[in-house]
């Protein structure tokens, strides 16, 4: 028996952005793109005569935006939603809302004219539909959003990574920190909300924590200034040099590879350019 496609809805107010988009997932064999729809309105009409598997949606549209449809969606009917967003960081904030929503991904909208970054973009884009077609998504009540930890209260004051780092004293450099424990998570399609859970649950002093999520760049910027202001560890974007220490949880950049070093009893991060490696930047 031959395998079912994933069948895809395409929304977005752009003609350009309907035909490249749709291009790149035809260009996948296990992917059928069965509708396009300018608009919410246009969009909620064709889900009344065929309901697609996965729906990519645009965030800033006439007549209804993303955000407002996918709530609508996931309160009434609820299915995979990936979200298309531009590289920036004020939408980046606002798609980031959209994970609460209940949507399983973001992908970067397809950018005019960039042959080489349609290319280096069509496995992301492929992968996180047909990623998105296996998710379990769940009804959410109008007004709530997803996966919300029911007893979360405002972290305490944070202290700087400096302060968690005891000074060197002259002539002995103490290595009783050789052993400590790295925490090193690696999460794909669907992997944010869970994220989320996890991190909200640590105390101040757990390990160090390294994360590759599988999101754009400019996103994961948002999205650890978004995790930092629920989670009792600092959470932040991880740069180059960035020490490894308790208390700290580091997001590997977007499109940039994250590698984890060590010199003597100190773990840092290294962060740079390369290819894709098992279909991804950064990869786990």
Same mark, same amino acid.
């Given at each position: 028996?031959?395998?079912?496609?994933?069948?895809?809805?395409?929304?977005?107010?752009?003609?350009?952005?309907?035909?490249?988009?749709?291009?790149?997932?035809?260009?996948?064999?296990?992917?059928?793109?069965?509708?396009?729809?300018?608009? !919410?309105?246009?969009?909620?009409?064709?889900?009344?005569?065929?309901?697609?598997?996965?729906?990519?949606?645009?965030?800033?549209?006439?007549?209804?935006?993303?955000?407002?449809?996918?709530?609508?969606?996931?309160?009434?009917?609820?299915?995979?939603?990936?979200?298309?967003?531009?590289?920036?960081?004020?939408?980046?904030?606002?798609?980031?809302?959209?994970?609460?929503?209940?949507?399983?991904?973001?992908?970067?909208?397809?950018?005019?004219?960039?042959?080489?970054?349609?290319?280096?973009?069509?496995?992301?884009?492929?992968?996180?539909?047909?990623?998105?077609?296996?998710?379990? #998504?769940?009804?959410?009540?109008?007004?709530? =959003?997803?996966?919300? !930890?029911?007893?979360?209260?405002?972290?305490?004051?944070?202290?700087?990574?400096?302060?968690?780092?005891?000074?060197? =004293?002259?002539?002995?450099?103490?290595?009783?920190?050789?052993?400590?424990?790295?925490?090193?998570?690696?999460?794909?399609?669907?992997?944010?909300?869970?994220?989320?859970?996890?991190?909200?649950?640590? !105390?101040?002093?757990?390990?160090?924590?390294?994360? #590759?999520?599988?999101?754009?760049?400019?996103?994961?910027?948002?999205?650890?200034?978004?995790?930092?202001?629920?989670?009792?560890?600092?959470?932040?974007?991880?740069?180059?040099?960035?020490?490894?220490?308790?208390?700290?949880?580091?997001?590997?950049?977007?499109?940039?590879?994250?590698?984890?070093?060590?010199?003597?009893?100190?773990?840092?991060?290294?962060?740079?350019?390369?290819?894709? #490696?098992?279909?991804?930047?950064?990869?786990?």
């Amino acid at each position: 028996m031959p395998k079912e496609k994933v069948k895809v809805m395409i929304v977005d107010d752009s003609a350009v952005v309907r035909q490249v988009l749709g291009e790149v997932l035809l260009s996948d064999p296990d992917i059928q793109v069965i509708a396009t729809a300018p608009d !919410p309105i246009i969009a909620a009409e064709k889900l009344r005569t065929e309901v697609p598997d996965v729906i990519t949606l645009d965030v800033e549209m006439p007549r209804m935006d993303g955000i407002t449809f996918l709530r609508k969606l996931m309160s009434q009917h609820p299915i995979p939603v990936v979200m298309c967003s531009s590289l920036t960081e004020e939408g980046a904030l606002t798609t980031l809302k959209a994970l609460e929503y209940g949507a399983v991904d973001i992908i970067q909208k397809p950018r005019m004219g960039a042959a080489h970054f349609i290319e280096d973009a069509r496995v992301r884009i492929c992968d996180a539909v047909k990623a998105a077609a296996r998710a379990r #998504v769940q009804r959410i009540s109008s007004g709530t =959003t997803a996966h919300l !930890p029911s007893r979360l209260q405002p972290p305490p004051k944070k202290l700087t990574a400096d302060v968690m780092m005891p000074a060197p =004293t002259p002539g002995a450099r103490a290595m009783a920190r050789t052993t400590e424990r790295v925490v090193l998570i690696g999460a794909s399609t669907g992997g944010t909300e869970a994220l989320r859970d996890v991190l909200v649950s640590l !105390p101040s002093d757990a390990p160090g924590t390294v994360i #590759v999520q599988h999101m754009p760049e400019k996103f994961t910027a948002a999205f650890a200034e978004r995790l930092n202001g629920l989670c009792a560890v600092e959470v932040k974007e991880a740069e180059r040099n960035d020490s490894v220490v308790r208390g700290r949880v580091l997001i590997a950049p977007g499109n940039k590879h994250t590698l984890l070093q060590r010199s003597g009893a100190r773990y840092y991060v290294d962060v740079k350019d390369g290819p894709l #490696v098992s279909r991804h930047r950064p990869s786990v």
